[in-house]
């Protein structure tokens, strides 16, 4: 959620119930605008709330140069001091994340113990060994990092055109958008995800007739498996508005203004994937 227009970004979204209190809004909007200024950040956004059993942890992010490949997120528990959040590169630490089945706590220096899955040697097909299965020691601010990365590898939405790429690589956002209109607004492949792309740039740009290379480098969330169940589009015309959420993550929400440049997501939940997507009907 972009701090330029914070509130008017979360009255788009209490429409399907994600909401701060006046209090939360205005602590944690001018303490984001502070963040922004000690850190020289040219974007600042306030990505969400994990909530905890004891305090929740609100997290935000804000780049320099770069709006994908520059970003510092941070956490804080009391909504005015930030935290910086480490950057995971551990496999373990990921594969410790997703099997973690307990709540968050509220303490970043809490140590919890995650059994990962057996590993198997297979020969020809069949199996001839097992290994005994890893005991990871997971800390819970590192547990915090990597399930923010996950969420947001996987359902952050960005609409098309609201990035743009530099012929010198960066990716900023792009100062000519100006939103989605009638025509597009329901398409799921007008909408990108908000990270780094997975596919092949020629991929990306064989899905479309109308293709443009500084704007349709991004991932589109049609291709999220599972296809047509990963997202649930809701459009409200009477407000000029939709709204997007995860299934697979649910309190995920993105919003955008039809014919403005006013889009953003926000993620509210207990940070635990919704691995029963695929029986629900």
């Not at 490949?69 to 909504?79: E, I, T």
């Not at 958008?177 to 597009?184: A, E, K, P, T």
């Not at 990963?230 to 995860?246: G, M, T």
């Amino acid at each position: 959620m972009n701090v330029e227009y914070f509130s008017e970004g979360l009255d788009c979204l209490m429409y399907c119930g994600m909401k701060l209190t006046p209090e939360q809004r205005i602590l944690i909007e001018n303490s984001l605008i502070t963040l922004q200024n000690e850190n020289r950040f040219t974007g600042m956004y306030l990505w969400g709330r994990i909530t905890a059993t004891k305090k929740d942890y609100y997290i935000a992010f804000g780049y320099t140069n770069d709006c994908l490949k520059d970003r510092k997120y941070f956490y804080s528990l009391d909504q005015f001091q930030w935290q910086l959040l480490p950057f995971v590169q551990s496999p373990t630490i990921f594969q410790a994340t997703i099997l973690a089945r307990e709540p968050f706590i509220g303490d970043p220096s809490m140590i919890s113990y995650v059994k990962l899955d057996p590993t198997f040697e297979i020969v020809a097909n069949q199996v001839v060994g097992l290994g005994n299965p890893e005991v990871i020691k997971l800390k819970e601010e590192e547990r915090l990092a990597a399930i923010v990365f996950i969420i947001n590898e996987e359902c952050a939405i960005c609409p098309r055109g609201a990035l743009y790429k530099m012929v010198d690589g960066r990716v900023i956002p792009n100062q000519m958008f100006r939103g989605l209109n009638d025509l597009q607004i329901d398409n799921l492949s007008y909408y990108q995800i908000y990270r780094l792309p997975r596919n092949d740039l020629k991929a990306n740009l064989s899905k479309r007739t109308d293709y443009n290379y500084a704007i349709d480098f991004l991932d589109t969330i049609d291709s999220i498996i599972p296809v047509g169940q990963a997202f649930a589009l809701n459009l409200q015309r009477n407000e000029r508005l939709v709204v997007i959420k995860s299934c697979l993550w649910l309190g995920m929400t993105f919003f955008h203004k039809l014919n403005s440049h006013k889009h953003g997501f926000l993620y509210l939940g207990d940070g635990k994937k919704n691995f029963d997507l695929l029986f629900m009907h």
